[in-house]
């Protein structure tokens, strides 16, 4: 788990320092025994779409949707490549505006979860696409209280629905998800309350984009946007949607 203080050290060192540690080992290990760097430890697994969405909407306008699936890197840079979301902010949901803080919540007691805020069109992307593509690549929705090489509750697999409709849709889809079995296992994913969201610290934010060649982001995240590219090529775009989005 990744433990280090963000009042010490200066932002692109923390960047850097705060997943290196536990993954430079691993990637070398990768790189002596041949295998395939790029290689994920979340497989992605196409799941059918949901049998119920939000209606499609005739007119632009702007929707937002809250998921937690492990480090907030990978799954923001999922996001950023899908057609008709506009913006995606790493942060954190689950706990109190005074415990959104990556060290604090870095100790898995806080209830929060590392998460992303989508804001999306509906006239371009359903929130049901986004939730199918959300538990295909985004991440493994099997996992309890992990991700990959990171372990906690704060990197659990979560929905935070913003309305009922959302909240209907997303039971209703695990629900379906887990009776077709496509897993082999029950999802671990929890369908949360809603208690709002709060950005993480500037260097987190667009974190894949501008280290593609970080080693946590080459082992963990990269292949995630090559399955969504390769799955879902009808949503994908080349061109990352950047959050401008300032810290609080």
Known sequence: MRNLSTETRQPATMALWAKGLLTACGLGLALLLGLNPAFSSEAAQVVPPPASDEPVSAAAHSETAVFAGGCFWGVQGVFQHVRGVTDVVSGYAGGSRDTARYER???????????????????????????????????????????????????????????????????????????????????????????????????????????????????????????LKRLFPAVYRAQPALTKVASR
Do not use: C, W
């Open 105 to 227: 919540v870095s100790e898995g007691d806080t209830g929060h979860a590392e998460s992303v805020q989508i804001t999306y069109d509906p006239a371009q992307v359903t929130y049901g696409k986004l939730l199918q593509i959300f538990f295909s690549v985004a991440h493994d929705p099997t996992e309890l209280n992990r991700q990959g090489p990171d372990s906690g509750t704060q990197y659990r697999s979560a929905v935070f629905p913003a309305n009922d409709m959302q909240r209907k849709l997303a039971l209703a889809y695990v629900g379906q998800i887990d009776k077709s079995k496509v897993f082999g296992k029950a999802l671990a994913t929890r369908v949360e309350p809603f208690n709002g969201f709060y950005p993480a610290e500037p260097y987190h934010q667009n974190f894949l984009v501008h280290n593609p060649s970080y080693p946590y982001i080459v082992v963990n995240d990269l292949p995630k946007i090559g399955d």
